[in-house]
């Protein structure tokens, strides 16, 4: 875990300087707690920002992921479609297939569906924005949830911010938890930061939601560290709320709590950064250098999937 | 063979491959076992499958058809029901921007093999009428069926349902319970993308969708007394459009007269017309003319409902009309 | 109020035999308790079921009203549109203008946005199906009131069904009222077949939304004694369940209070019915006498509004 | 006149509309003083309004949507800005189904004085290039505005905010920054339905919109070279669509050939061609021919996004096939 929760914070830092790249700085322990621990026929629907370390964390390959931020033909998708939110559906990991915030928790629940439907053992896990919690879509979808009894866990990644807006803006309730109580499911608020508590907290919606109890909503309270965008100034953010949050680092609080537990050391610390920087620099370089899509790509005969196509699940 | 209503005919197809294929559900609104669908749509389902393949929703159209998408990315073959064709405005994101996008933007690694089905126009209830099919049509990755006969219903909707991709189905109110056909009872699949010559003619060639195809027909057999020889196409899929036919047509007629129930403008008629310029219009003279509902919000009084939509007398006069140009 | 609680009663009673309507039988007194009291300026949305009732009690015409149902040159809206559904705007009363539901909520909180931005005193009260309480569209527009602290009351008019769906399975939670504390903003519960207290509920939300308090949202449990629409039967409904909601009817209910009280009697009673009974025959044998829309009510010229015309809000 | 770009003529429009009418004011996600729009299309407008004039809103496309449709009902004239053309996906049932019909439905009592303006087309930040303005289009009660140039962004936008009917007013971020024109300081109201001839010529008429005006001119430019004589029309406004301006060119040129950067299905200039077909094709021959974009959902890599739009060799091609038919 600890690893993980390196290599997200590399990633998205190695990404914060790449042009219209939404950086996850900050926000790691959200997606390492929320994606941790869960089974192979699981399914995740990571919230955008972030969504490359989810889906690294679920076996997917590190340069071919990189490559689909750049559009290069080694992406998972070729190319076709933006590599920061579009992720490997293949690995079960639903991303973004437009620009529209909301549509990932919709599938989330479907998913979920097709495993009551199927008498699959397995669950989804979804996070999604505080700002995007505001869409209707969300609602649907939690009401839906709620109603069916799926095999769902809802978590709600608040960084606090959505672009510009404040969430002390955009909602006027004390917690996005809070909703829990309109759907009539439970409703937890865990502490965004301590990877151990969202993993915690989520393992154990992740147990209700096996056993046929349905879904949970989860609050996960973060703070967008990053811009919204890489390179953004973000002058609207309260200096000393920033730094507030900044104290809180998820990173530094985890390996503080491992080197107090014996667990590791700096040394140790020192020792996977390395490894999590090479692998990553490495994945990078071979991704920069991968072609640009073939012409052919483009698909103009690939819009529809044919009979008895390869991408049918199992 | 038996004698089928339209309602009928796309019940005995949801069943059959339901029975068929054990990934294939259905949800929606009033679906169930309690109410059997609005207008019978879902007739007997629900005691059949059970509570399980036939599921009940809440009102959350967006959200359900973002649900049916993500059943059929996991796996399973999703029939959605969208009430009336009215609340397609409601889904558009998910479907124009998700369904139609998931095999092309995943690089051809899952599909959406969905059907959402959908009543629309003028009916015994009235209310709910629009359709826009259009929009439908004009986006990249959706497939779209207007059948217009029991025969039709019943062939087109196995054919969507086993369709790998995600299909919208357009279910005539004003067809439902009226027309009866002979329908075979074993299995029929109606490929799509096939337009129907409905009748043979050589001066215009009239082609329609839906319910309009009967008013072409009756229309054409009208002109046909006068010494006017219409031939009738009825499209079937707007997409894929059967261009080869319809250009087929046009070239031995010379004329193309097209009759939309819904307004002119971006409908699957509108790219019928475009179609049919593009591929023609360099080469002859082609007398082109639309007839289709009057440009306004679907009126209420009945009276004005009627000036507002096509009917067998404008078509004739139209037709007239193209010939004496 | 007795009044137009019988008046409501009996109209919805009328069109129950009329096809394709959909009657509020035995929930009158959400209608009248909601809309009861409000100032000139004010704007109501009520929800589809009982609209007529409010905009009646808003001062509509009950023949021109009536006429709309069927489709009349003397409707409002010359036939244009369901009368059913529809209401006249220009007594500030917003119907519905397709039959998409959930919409009126929408431009209920836009109402009530000009409200704030004009400086008016005025609020907009607004009504919803339980059913309708699903859609994404209810979300955020609740949302949007409560983070713009607006003048709007936003009722539910429970009913336990949505068409033939029961309450039970398409909301898990105890009481849509539970929504409010997802939104930041006072939920209440309300016995929706006492108008007396329904309407004491919305009147105090009136008042804080009016001094800028901003919105509430209020449930108003009743239940739906009339099919889904005219006519049909309720086989869906438990007996049990249906005998003890037609027990608390709204109207005996007042009566018996008023009775009890003194306020009335029998004979009085009896006096208002059948003064209502002959005002609403009388409108309703005018409205089916009068002619069917000219033909160029159709207005192919009238699709968009010219300049300078006399629809604008003073 | 000075000298403006784009972005500055759209936000001097509104500028200039806010300070004459106290009941126009802005909402939308990120237009209020902390970030001053998306692309600085709000620069400067909270500074000078106010909070209470130029309202951040949460993400929620389609309440924002219905709150202006009841703001324009109840007296007042809002702009609501939809961040990207993409998530008009998103409104379609308040803006289709209640702006476009409520003067209409309400028999002419109440209209609908409001702007949605939106982001749209291939720009500095990729993403979000999908306008589906052709849905907007086809269904009665909505106006749709496409500027072109500085010019026409302000006065169109002017001209919009005025307009007592919803407009839909499309923003395309490829000439955001990038375009400079000359463009009156005073008050500059561009009428609807007009078009605007660019570039006479006999030989083609050449139909676009938005930065495919642009392409279309300088396609032109390399086509006079070769004695080829196009003749250059922005429609301006899709809707209403200028049909004389239109069919007048077609009938001089005798050609048409359109350009859109949306799929070719329902857009606004399918609709183009069908009105000449309709006018013309019976009359004479006329060859007509439509580049659009690649018919596949917006692909991402930067050479497959080339690929897919259409472009001066494209447009070049064509006109000359166009020619030799
Ligand atoms: C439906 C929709 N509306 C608006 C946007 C534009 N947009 C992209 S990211 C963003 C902010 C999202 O906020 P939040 O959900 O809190 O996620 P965060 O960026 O904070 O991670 C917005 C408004 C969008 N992509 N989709
Ligand atoms: C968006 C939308 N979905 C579905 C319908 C079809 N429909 C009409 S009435 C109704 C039931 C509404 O339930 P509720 O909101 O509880 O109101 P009630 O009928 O109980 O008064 C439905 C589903 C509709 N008109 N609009
Ligand atoms: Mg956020
Ligand atoms: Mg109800």
Redesign the interface.
């Known amino acids: 875990m600890h690893r993980l929760l390196l290599m997200a914070r590399r990633l998205e830092e190695s990404f914060a300087t790449l042009h219209s790249y939404h950086p996850a700085v900050g926000e790691e322990a959200v997606v390492v707690g929320a994606f941790f621990g869960l089974t192979a026929g699981d399914?995740i629907a990571p919230h955008y920002r972030g969504a490359l370390a989810a889906a690294y964390l679920r076996g997917a390959d590190l340069r071919r992921l990189i490559a689909g931020v750049y559009g290069k033909s080694t992406?998972?998708?070729?190319g076709?479609?933006r590599g920061d939110i579009?992720m490997?559906?293949?690995l079960?990991v639903?991303g973004l297939?437009?620009?529209?915030l909301g549509?990932s928790?919709?599938?989330?629940?479907?998913?979920?569906?097709?495993?009551k439907?199927?008498g699959a053992p397995n669950v989804v896990v979804s996070t999604f924005g505080e700002g995007t919690s505001n869409l209707?879509?969300v609602?649907?979808?939690l009401?839906?949830a709620a109603?069916?009894t799926l095999p769902v866990v809802l978590i709600c990644q608040n960084n606090q911010y959505a672009m510009s807006m404040s969430a002390k803006a955009s909602l006027k309730c004390a917690s996005v938890a809070d909703r829990a109580l309109g759907y009539g499911i439970p409703g937890v608020r865990v502490e965004g930061n301590d990877v151990i508590a969202v993993h915690a907290a989520v393992q154990e919606a992740v147990a209700r939601a096996r056993s046929g109890g349905g879904p949970t909503l989860i609050e996960a309270l973060t703070y967008r560290v990053s811009g919204h965008r890489s390179g953004e100034q973000v002058a609207y953010q309260d200096p000393a709320e920033r730094r507030d949050w900044q104290a809180k680092d998820p990173l530094r609080r985890l390996q503080e709590s491992l080197c107090a537990s014996g667990l590791l050391d700096g040394a140790g610390i020192a020792a996977v950064d390395t490894a999590v920087r090479s692998e990553l620099s490495a994945a990078v370089q071979l991704a920069q250098q991968d072609p640009e899509p073939a012409p052919e790509v483009l698909?103009l005969d690939?819009?529809?999937?044919?009979?008895n196509?390869?991408?049918?699940?199992? | 063979m038996t004698r089928l209503t339209y309602q009928q005919a796309l019940v005995a197809a949801i069943r059959g491959e339901m029975a068929r294929d054990p990934r294939v559900?259905h949800m929606g609104?009033?679906v169930?076992a309690?109410?059997d669908g609005v207008m019978n749509s879902c007739k007997g389902l629900a005691a059949e499958f059970g509570a399980?393949?036939v599921?009940?929703?809440?009102?959350?159209?967006?959200?359900?058809?973002?649900?049916?998408?993500?059943?059929?990315?996991?796996?399973?073959r999703?029939i959605v029901q969208i009430m009336?064709g009215?609340?397609l405005?409601?889904v558009?994101?998910?479907l124009?921007?998700?369904a139609?996008?998931?095999?092309?933007?995943?690089?051809?690694?899952?599909?959406v093999?969905m059907v959402v089905r959908t009543l629309f126009g003028t009916g015994p209830?009235?209310?709910?009428p629009?359709d826009?099919h259009?929009?439908l049509?004009?986006?990249?990755?959706l497939?779209v069926a207007m059948p217009a006969t029991p025969r039709d219903a019943k062939g087109l909707m196995a054919a969507a349902i086993r369709d790998?991709?995600p299909v919208v189905f357009f279910e005539h109110m004003g067809l439902y319970h009226s027309v009866r056909e002979e329908v075979p009872e074993e299995e029929l699949i109606t490929p799509f993308g096939v337009a129907d010559v409905k009748r043979a003619g050589k001066d215009i060639t009239l082609v329609a969708v839906g319910l309009m195809v009967q008013v072409a027909l009756r229309a054409a057999a009208a002109l046909a007394k006068e010494g006017i020889d219409v031939e009738v196409l009825d499209m079937r899929t707007p997409v894929p459009l059967d261009k080869a036919a319809l250009v087929g047509s046009v070239s031995k007629t010379g004329r193309l007269l097209t009759l939309s129930e819904t307004?002119?403008?971006?409908?699957s008629m509108?790219?019928a017309?475009?179609v049919?310029?593009?591929e023609l219009?360099?080469?002859?003279?082609?007398?082109?003319?639309?007839v289709a509902c009057?440009?306004?919000?679907r009126?209420?009084?009945?009276?004005?409902d009627k000036?507002?939509l096509p009917n067998e007398a404008k078509v004739i006069a139209a037709a007239k009309a193209?010939l004496s140009?």
């Open positions: 399914y992406a998972y998708n070729q076709r479609f579009c490997p559906i293949e079960n639903i297939f437009s620009g529209i549509s928790v919709g599938l989330a629940v479907g998913a979920a569906l097709a495993m439907l199927r209707g879509m609602h649907e979808s009401n839906l109603s069916l698909g690939d819009v529809f999937a044919p009979e196509h390869q991408g049918v699940v199992p | 559900f609104q009033d169930g309690t109410s399980g393949r599921i009940d929703l809440p009102i959350s159209e967006a959200g359900t058809v973002a649900a049916g998408i993500g059943a059929a990315v996991a796996g399973m999703p009336f009215e609340f405005s409601l558009m994101a998910p124009a921007c998700d139609g996008t998931i095999w092309y933007r995943s690089g051809g690694k899952r599909s093999p209830h009235r209310g709910h629009e826009f259009g929009w049509c004009s986006v990249p990755g497939k790998e991709n307004w002119r403008i971006g409908d509108a790219e017309v475009a049919v310029a593009e219009g360099g080469a002859r003279k082609i007398p082109i003319s639309r009057a440009h306004v919000p009126p209420f009084a009945h009276n004005l000036l507002a193209l140009r």
